[in-house]
């Protein structure tokens, strides 16, 4: 599966782990030495992402969050590359 269905449950992989930086007062992602400076959208999709909810499910969360519409193209791209990266799995 090349991009993420709007019904696949997609999950951060087990090397990786979100992380609120107190200090810099900034979302990060932490990967076996690496870390990730995640803007806000991309820790909201990353938070979301924890194998309880399918793509759809993730999308109506963000749209009511951030009162917009019309998300899913957005967020199923940036899971494309976010899985491609190997920091989410999807199921």
């Known amino acids: ?3 993420p ?3 696949a449950i997609p999950k951060l992989a087990t090397k990786a782990m ?3 930086d107190n200090v810099r ?3 990060l992602l932490l990967l076996p030495e690496r870390v990730v ?3 806000k959208s991309g820790a909201a999709i ?3 992402c924890d194998g309880s909810r399918t793509v759809r499910q993730v999308v109506d969360q963000l ?3 951030f009162e917009a519409d019309d998300l899913a193209s957005d967020v199923m ?5 976010a899985r491609g990266r190997g920091w989410v799995v999807v199921a």
């Open 1 to 3: 599966m090349d991009r």
């Open 5 to 7: 269905e709007l019904t």
């Open 18 to 20: 979100l992380k609120h």
């Open 25 to 27: 007062d900034v979302e």
């Open 37 to 39: 400076l995640l803007n």
């Open 46 to 48: 990353l938070g979301l």
């Open 63 to 65: 749209e009511r969050d």
């Open 77 to 81: 791209k940036f899971l494309q590359d």
